[in-house]
């Protein structure tokens, strides 16, 4: 069973700033990982899959990198909408896991 | 407009059942592999339970196998989770969500979500 893990578990930063997010997978997952945003009292989003493509509708600042264990959402600049939690997902295998997630809030 | 509806949580006594209903529209839900993905409050997302789009292959998280049962009913557009044996730990807001976003690899993501609806067991 593969398990993700995040960091940083919050990250403060202030609008315009850059946000790097990392997910770590305990065995190698190719490139069948998605990245989820959720903000408070909503259902997550889709905003990443296959590690680095985005879904419909996603704006060009989010971007994802990475392979096998180590991948990366990067918010190039914080939108005031962007504050939210993340998580990683992997679907390389059952039980499709979910990491447990980075808060991104405000400085 | 593509969406899907959670019906059927509420308040339950520890050892208790709950069926879980997914009503789905917009989209042409036989042709959709479907999951279940739970959120305890202030916790994480837990995936709970995956079926494909014929009914015929299904799997569960460890935390709910034997418990709870996943099926669907692809005439009424309609996504189930029968839920028995309900912990404490089950209390959660349950998802239901589509595997609707074909990778380049050929896995699917889960591209639509509903709103959830709240389990809460206690006594």
């Known amino acids: 069973e593969v398990v993700l893990t995040q960091s940083p578990a919050t990250l403060s930063l202030s609008p315009g700033e850059r946000a790097t997010l990392s997910c770590r997978a305990s065995?190698?997952?190719?490139?069948?990982l998605a990245w989820y945003q959720q903000k408070p009292g909503q259902a997550p989003r889709l905003l990443i899959y296959?590690?680095?493509n985005r879904a419909t509708g996603i704006p060009a600042r989010f971007s994802g990198s990475g392979s096998g264990t180590d991948f990366t959402l990067t918010i190039s600049s914080l939108e005031p909408e962007d504050f939210a939690v993340y998580y990683c997902?992997?679907?390389?295998?059952?039980?499709?896991?979910f990491g447990p997630g980075t808060k991104v809030d405000i400085k | 407009e593509v969406q899907l509806v959670e019906a059927g949580g509420g308040l339950v006594q520890p050892g208790g059942s709950l069926r879980l209903s997914c009503t789905a529209s917009?989209?042409?839900?036989?042709?959709?592999?479907m999951n279940w993905v739970r959120q305890a409050p202030g916790k994480g997302l837990e995936w709970v339970s995956y079926?494909?789009?014929?009914?015929?292959?299904?799997y569960y998280a460890g935390s709910v196998r034997g418990r709870f049962t996943i099926s669907r009913d692809n005439a009424k557009n309609s996504l189930y989770l029968q839920m028995n044996s309900l912990r404490a730990e089950d209390t959660a807001l349950y998802y239901c969500?589509?595997?609707?976003?074909?990778?380049?690899?050929?896995?699917?993501?889960?591209?639509?979500w509903g709103k959830g609806t709240t389990v809460t067991v206690s006594s």
């Open positions: 969500a589509r595997d609707g976003l074909r990778g380049f690899t050929g896995y699917y993501y889960m591209d639509v």
């Open positions: 917009g989209f042409t839900f036989s042709s959709y592999e």
């Open positions: 079926i494909s789009s014929s009914g015929r292959t299904i």
């Open positions: 065995q190698s997952v190719s490139s069948y």
């Open positions: 296959d590690a680095s």
């Open positions: 997902q992997q679907r390389y295998n059952w039980p499709p896991a």
